[in-house]
């Protein structure tokens, strides 16, 4: 019985190992093909991709987890202005560009091209660089 | 017996990475569809092009005579928090309305000795450098 036990307990943590050691095997071969841009993959950051849609969607919410902490007086601030441009139809969004990216370490950056319909009717054209690390935007310009 | 206890473990951790792998592939769903158009690249202009080869090579003297002072300081918060550039790369241009923007990324140290990225684009029109972000 204690032999069953033990052979059951040890096959569930060679499995659990190995497990683990899949996932992030393949997190790191994921990383790799996409910073390098094998077999189609652009190297865009899905979170910076979440952030920008959020940007250009005017919804903070969205992408309150993957930036950096703000105050409670930022972000309502920030609320606050995302509502009145929402129910101004300010801005209208005209394309949104992955130009390209690269890492190094645990820093990456990505680089976008947004187009932008102002509410007088001028468009505007300007890039976006997002620097990633630890899981969030940390730098926007 | 212990050869076969061997392979049997051999074979469950094999099991448990193919799991995992599996496992990543299920959880990592990639970028989100993007709901607007994005536009179709181009080549990089010449004159970006010089531009960044004279900040590789680390020739002010060159920079200053294609960058007029405003851009040049916003070359240089552009370039925050790096000081010692290693290498430039470029990594794609998108025209729009004769409206181009080439972007590159900068690898260096920063003046704690840190590697750091960092990303700018230059704007170009008429085959010139007339912005910096």
Do not use: W
């Not at chain 1, 071969?29 to 390098?36: A, C, E, K, M, T």
């Not at chain 1, 509502?83 to 190094?104: E, F, H, K, M």
């Not at chain 2, 750091?116 to 704007?123: A, I, M, N, P, W």
């Amino acid at each position: 019985m204690v032999g069953l036990r033990r052979l059951i307990a040890g096959s569930a943590g060679t499995l659990l190992v190995g497990l683990f050691a899949g996932f992030v095997l393949a997190s790191a071969v994921g990383v790799f093909i996409q910073d390098s841009g094998l077999f189609g993959a652009s190297g865009e950051s899905p979170i910076a991709r979440a952030y920008m849609l959020g940007l250009l969607q005017r919804d903070p919410n969205s992408i309150v987890g993957i930036r950096p902490n703000q105050s409670i007086a930022q972000r309502a601030a920030e609320l606050q202005n995302a509502d009145s441009s929402r129910t101004t139809a300010s801005i209208q969004p005209l394309s949104l560009t992955y130009i390209g990216g690269a890492s190094v370490g645990i820093y990456s950056v990505h680089i976008y091209a947004v187009g932008l319909r102002t509410a007088q009717g001028v468009d505007q054209f300007f890039p976006l660089a997002l620097t990633v690390y630890g899981g969030k935007v940390q730098r926007s310009e | 017996m212990n050869e076969t206890k061997a392979v049997a473990t051999l074979a469950l951790f094999a099991v448990g990475i193919l799991g995992g792998v599996v496992a990543h592939t299920f959880l990592d769903r990639g970028p989100a569809e993007n709901p607007y158009p994005a536009l179709p690249k181009v080549d990089e202009p010449r004159a970006a092009h010089d531009v960044v080869a004279a900040v590789g090579s680390d020739d002010a003297q060159a920079l200053s005579r294609m960058l007029d002072s405003t851009m040049l300081t916003d070359l240089d918060t552009a370039l925050q928090p790096i000081v010692d550039v290693r290498t430039t790369k470029f990594v794609g241009a998108v025209e729009s309305e004769g409206r181009l923007l080439s972007a590159y990324v900068v690898t260096g140290k920063t003046t704690e000795g840190i590697d750091f990225v960092v990303g700018f684009v230059l704007r170009v029109s008429n085959d010139q450098v007339v912005g910096v972000n």
